[in-house]
T-cell receptor
Framework: AQKITQTQPGMFVQEKEAVTLDCTYD???????LFWYKQPSSGEMIFLIY??????QNATEGRYSLNFQKARKSANLVISASQLGDSAMYFC???????????FGSGTRLLVRP | DTGVSQNPRHKITKRGQNVTFRCDPI?????LYWYRQTLGQGPEFLTY????????KSRLLSDRFSAERPKGSFSTLEIQRTEQGDSAMYLC?????????????FGQGTRLTVV
């Protein structure tokens, strides 16, 4: 069975600073993908970044980077230079390459302070 | 707008009534998913369509729930005899199978409140 754990229900960060959102996962699959989504108050899930289990380099997308540590089964999201618009819920998710459904964690609410 | 579209955005219904939600996926995506998200939780998988075929239904989808995707385009999710426990956000997503790791694109969801 697959499981995603996000241990930080809420986080604060000062505007323009970097923040790390934690995510650990559990799976018996050898080939899988890890995703991060942002959910603002409007409700839409916005895709941020993807990391494949066989990718040797950490994924980066603009201000987002994924700190992938396969042996520790962690896939932390790093947001650099936080902006007020980054305030939202953030969900870590995984999907086995043999599957099509995403398994989500319980999320972390990020609040960026001015 | 070429994103995933869901209607209605909000629905308030009395317990025992039937409700139907609609999802229009991104036009070139043949995969469509429904998820349910309760307050304070991440989305949970409900069902999956590849074109018009419903390939998997979660055990969360009781007999009161039915989903269709006629002609492999839009999809509907119907809940019969609604219960207060059905109150949640219902999210639709679509994706393309072309490349491995392709992300699912989500709509803005339909928030259901059963009173």
């Amino acid at each position: 069975a697959q499981k995603i754990t996000q241990t930080q229900p809420g986080m604060f960060v000062q505007e323009k600073e970097a923040v790390t959102l934690d995510c650990t996962y559990d799976t018996s699959d050898q080939s899988y993908g890890l995703f991060w989504y942002k959910q603002p108050s409007s409700g839409e899930m916005i895709f941020l970044i993807y990391q494949g289990s066989y990718d040797e380099q950490n994924a980066t997308e603009g201000r987002y980077s994924l700190n992938f540590q396969k042996a520790r089964k962690s896939a932390n999201l790093v947001i650099s230079a936080s902006q007020l618009g980054d305030s939202a819920m953030y969900f870590c998710a995984m999907r086995a390459d043999s599957s099509y459904k995403l398994i989500f964690g319980s999320g972390t609410r990020l609040l960026v302070r001015p | 707008d070429t994103g995933v579209s869901q209607n209605p955005r909000h629905k308030i219904t009395k317990r025992g009534q039937n409700v139907t939600f609609r999802c229009d996926p991104i036009s070139e995506h043949n995969r469509l998913y429904w998820y349910r998200q309760t307050l304070g939780q991440g989305p949970e998988f409900l069902t999956y369509f590849q074109n018009e075929a419903q390939l998997e239904k979660s055990r969360l989808l009781s007999d009161r729930f039915s989903a269709e995707r006629p002609k492999g385009s839009f999809s509907t999710l119907e809940i019969q005899r609604t219960e207060q426990g059905d109150s949640a956000m219902y999210l639709c997503a679509s994706s393309s199978p072309i490349t491995q790791g392709t992300e699912a694109f989500f709509g803005q969801g339909t928030r259901l409140t059963v009173v």
